[in-house]
């Protein structure tokens, strides 16, 4: 266990302060200025979840991805949902 040259490098670990200023900034990319219209949700959750893996994926790091995105409105109906996964098989 402690041979695992994955758990020892600080280079190939999981850090979320590097994640989650991209995943910000795809969520910024993709809804700046939009005000809520349901029939824009599906491709807003496709356009986020795809944006989130090309960016996960650049990091070049040896992980499985999993993205979910979930959109709603604020009046306590209806839910769009979405998964995305990638993974290098190299």
Not at 13 to 40: G, H, R, S, W
Request: aromatic fraction near 8%; proline fraction near 6%; charge should be negative.
């Amino acid at each position: 266990m402690g041979d695992d040259p994955w758990q020892n490098s600080e280079e190939l670990a999981f850090i979320p302060e590097q994640v989650e200023p991209m995943l910000t900034n795809v969520l910024a990319a993709v809804l700046a200025n939009e005000v809520y219209e349901d029939a824009k949700v599906p491709v807003w959750i496709d356009s986020i979840c795809e944006k989130s893996m090309e960016s996960l994926a650049k990091l070049s790091k040896p992980f499985k991805y999993i993205v979910t995105c979930l959109i709603i409105q604020k009046n306590g109906a209806g839910i769009h949902s979405a998964q995305s996964c990638f993974w290098d098989v190299r």
